[in-house]
């Protein structure tokens, strides 16, 4: 089966802790990005890359870091400048970046605790 | 800066009405538009894709419109069900950019 999986589900981080967030996905797509989702606010774009070991910030790239150095992998570390790290993040993948061809698909999440 | 905004924000029927999900966007240069619906907890299952030369797609009960010079896309649920219950998000996808711009979504619930 073809798609994105997320680990873990749940992850919780003490405070001044990076944590890294990993996201995979089988389906030989160029493009990756990682969200993050708080009540109220929608999603908001963190990081995303076009193409292997390239990446671009974000509105919310502060407090955040990826790398891209597979194209099927995508992990999203989570450092202690972050200062409000509690959320729903959420990794996709598209066929390309930009035009036609960038239709979404998302995987299932993971949510991060901040204890 | 593009804006995406949905309107309404909840919204409450019983099972069988046919209904309409509204989304509005300030930047009519754009390549497509997605609609996702999200479950609790759970990640964007993608709906429909309108490209930005189409004016509606469809599949099964749900039909997508697109109105770029106004800015404007809905989301047509017909005979709904329970199982229609979700949020329901719009996204559009910007010209020269590789990204989606989100709207907040719709809390759809269909009572039995």
């Known amino acids: 089966d073809g798609g994105i999986t997320q680990s873990p589900k749940y992850l919780f981080r003490k405070e001044g802790q990076n944590v890294t967030l990993s996201c995979e996905q089988n389906l030989n797509h160029d493009a990756m990005y990682w969200y993050r989702q708080d009540p109220g606010q929608g999603l908001r774009l963190i990081y995303y890359?076009?193409?292997?070991?390239?990446?671009q910030k974000g509105d919310i790239a502060e407090g955040y870091s990826v790398s891209r150095e597979k194209k099927e992998s995508f992990p999203l570390t989570v450092t202690s400048a972050q200062k409000n790290p509690t959320a729903f993040y959420l990794c996709a993948s598209s066929r390309t970046s930009g035009g036609h061809n960038n239709e979404q698909f998302f995987g299932p999440g993971t949510r991060l605790t901040v204890l | 800066k593009q804006e995406v905004t949905q309107i309404p924000a909840a919204l409450s029927v019983p099972e069988g009405e046919n209904l309409v999900l509204n989304c509005s966007f300030t930047d009519s240069a754009i390549y497509n538009l997605q609609w996702f619906r999200q479950d609790p907890g759970k990640g964007l299952t993608s709906l429909l894709l309108?490209?930005?030369?189409?004016r509606e797609q469809t599949s099964g009960r749900l039909n997508a419109s697109l109105d770029k010079s106004s800015g404007r896309s809905t989301l047509y649920i017909a005979a709904s069900q329970p199982g229609d219950s979700a949020t329901y998000l719009c996204?559009?996808?910007?010209?020269?950019?590789?990204?989606?711009?989100f709207g907040k979504g719709t809390m759809l619930l269909v009572s039995p």
């Open positions: 309108i490209q930005s030369s189409q």
């Open positions: 996204a559009v996808g910007n010209s020269g950019y590789s990204t989606l711009t």
């Open positions: 890359s076009q193409i292997v070991n390239d990446f």
